[in-house]
Structure formats: C-alpha cells, structure tokens
C-alpha cells in the first residue's frame, strides 16, 4: 500500500476470489463455474462485426437484455436492472439501503461482510442454525436494517422456501429486502414473482453460474420500478457504460438461447446428485445443495488437509479456514468425468 491511500480503509479486509493457479492445467471445481461452455449462438454473436462496434459506446439502458429478462420474467422493462456481475447490484444495494445497517448470516456469500466494512455499515450478522439452516424468524422485524439473504445460500447450497422469504418480506416493511439468487436455477424457487406484490423485494441474479458467462460479468437485478430507479441513480453516478458491447451482445444471445441452460442445469443438478450420493457412501456428511455446489466434510481428515491434498492431484476445491465451516469443502459440480476423477482421488486419498 502506498501512503496516499485515505486511511478509512487500513482495516478494510478486501474479498479474496477462488484461486486461478496458472502453474498447471487443474480440474476446476473451486469457482462454481458451469462445466459448459456458452451456446453455440452466443459464440457466433461474439463475431468481428461485434468487435469492431467496441470503437462506440456500449448502451448504457442495456436495453436489449432488458426487454429479453423482462419477457422471461413476466415483468416490465422499468423493474429490471443489468449489471457488472450481480456483485455489482449487490454494491448499489450496500450504498443504497443502509443506513439503518444490514442484517445478513454469518455463514454466506462473503462479499456482504466486505460491503458492510467498506462504507462503514452497522452490520447484524446472525448465526446459521447448527444444520447451517437460516431461520426465518430471525430476520422477521430487522428495524429498518437492510436485509440480505442467499438463496440457495453459499457455501451450504441450503434453501429457504418461498413462503419463509414472503413472511421476511413482508414484516419489514421499512426495510429493503435482498434475495441473492446467484444459485436459484439449480434446484431453489425464484422469489421474482413477489416483486410484484411488495416494494420493499429486490431480487439479485447472474449469467455466471447456470448461463455458463462468469467471465463477461454480467447481472442483473428485479424489483420494484421505484427501487431499480434508486440503483440507477447509483449506476450513474460511478459507471453509466457498465456492461461493456460484447458482454450485451453475449447476454442477448443467451437469454435467446434459454432452453440450452435449461438443459445444462437438468444435467448439472443430476451430476450433483450422483457426486453427492458416492460422497455419502464414503462416510461423508453432504449437506442438501440445490445449488450446482457441494458441502461436504469427511470425519477421516480435516477440511484443510483434504483441500491440500486434492489440490496436490491438480483438483482445486474451495476450503474456508473459517470457524465453524474449516472441516468442510466447497466442490463445485463439474463435468461427469470431472467428478469421477475427483471421486477417485478422494477414494486415494481416504485410502477407500
Ligand atoms: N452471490 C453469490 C451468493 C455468489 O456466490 C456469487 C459468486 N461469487 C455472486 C453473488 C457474484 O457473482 P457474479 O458477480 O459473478 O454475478
């Protein structure tokens, strides 16, 4: 760090991404990227014609993946917002909603705690239950705090049905309620239908995972037309051109191409399913991922231990050294035969 750096941020702890080791080829399952690649049509809308429209500006309305969500989603353009990754949203979100803080778990996605560190948020974070379960009731009431919840949550995969996200939403009324759906085509219920209902809902998801994009970032975000407005403002006011030309082009393809994904997501969910089942058999305690991950811990060695040892094999896992999750592992699911060599290498390691 250089001495210029204002020093609000000497205690700011920045969100440290999966690695992305370049020493050698890895089997990736550390990142919960899609195993599959775009579709095909997305590939042929990233042509050279596109590429020499990056001289212009991208649009900064995104209009064109605006209108698509809004008719897949069954709500209007003005409830949709599109953005740098759904990080992005999540950033307004922080900026937006909090200045009587944020109540979030303390088992989640760790961007929130970074968010709430760096513009100085009073932020309430609320044990998982000891199943890694959130309850409900804990979240009911937060004061006018913003509320922030993943679902399926990250790392446990585990999800909360729609009626418990309703009674959350609906008795906080003075509250933002954010719904960070980052996982939900893997198996959760889409809280999106609710935006109509309540003014107070935002929901939050991403073409990273199950539109196979983690490398064009590209989010988006739906709610209320009152509050999209309000991120806007935010939008532009930091980067009104934030989604760059190939990334929209990219998006418009997809969401053209949604039977594709649909597909990937019936077979990733199967391959989860199967990893999951042969996990078990080995003795180890799985949670009920509905996610396209897998939380898994072996009582024959430690989390940390396991991680460095499949990373050894060329496999990357994610393991948070963290208090009450270190003896766990976050396996993103892959392709069938990367599950298999993963399972074989668990077996050697395990000595099965
Ligand atoms: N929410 C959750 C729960 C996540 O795990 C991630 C991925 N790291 C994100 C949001 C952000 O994803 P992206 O910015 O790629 O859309």
């Known amino acids: 760090m250089s001495r210029y750096i204002s020093s609000r941020f000497d205690t700011l702890k920045e969100y440290v991404p999966g690695e992305q080791p370049q020493d050698k080829k890895y089997i990736k399952l550390n990142t919960n990227e899609s195993p599959y690649p775009p579709s095909p049509a997305v590939i042929e809308r990233l042509n050279s014609a596109e590429a020499e429209k990056l001289k212009l500006y991208s649009d900064p309305n995104c209009r064109g993946v605006r209108v698509r969500l809004a008719a897949l989603y069954g709500v209007e353009a003005e409830n949709v917002i599109v953005t740098n990754g759904s990080d992005e949203a999540l950033n307004f979100a922080f900026m937006a909603y909090t200045d009587r803080g944020a ?13 709430a560190q760096l513009y100085g948020i009073d932020a309430r974070q609320i044990p998982l239950k000891d199943d890694f379960t959130i309850d409900p009731a804990e979240y009911c009431h937060a004061d006018g705090a913003m509320v922030v919840i993943a679902n399926p949550n990250a790392p446990t995969g585990l999800t909360l049905p729609l009626d418990a996200i309703e009674k959350i939403v609906q008795t906080n009324p003075d509250s933002v309620v954010v719904i ?34 983690a490398g064009a970032r590209l989010g988006y975000s739906i709610g209320n037309a009152a509050l999209i407005a309000d991120l806007n403002k935010l939008r532009c006011s930091t980067n009104p051109y934030n989604v760059n030309r190939l990334t929209l082009a990219a998006g418009e393809a997809a969401i053209d191409t949604q039977a594709y994904y649909d597909e990937n997501c019936k077979k990733i969910i199967e391959t989860r399913e199967k990893t999951a089942a042969a996990l ?59 599950m298999e060599v993963l399972l074989s290498a668990v077996r050697a390691i395990l000595g099965l």
Do not use: C, W
């Open 180 to 213: 960070d759906e980052a996982y939900i085509d893997f198996g959760g219920e889409s809280a999106i239908p609710l935006t109509k209902k309540y003014n107070n809902l935002l929901v939050v998801q991403t073409f990273s995972k199950s539109r196979s994009m």
């Open 103 to 115: 109540v979030f778990p303390d088992i989640s996605y760790g961007f929130y705690k970074v968010f």
């Open 280 to 338: 078990r058999e080995m003795g180890f305690d799985v949670t009920d991922s509905r996610a396209n991950f897998l939380f898994a811990k072996t009582d024959r060695m430690s989390g940390g231990d396991l991680y460095r040892a499949l990373r050894e094999r060329g496999i990357l896992v994610r393991h948070f050294d963290t208090p009450r999750i270190a003896e766990y592992n976050r396996i993103t699911v892959g392709a069938p035969e990367e």
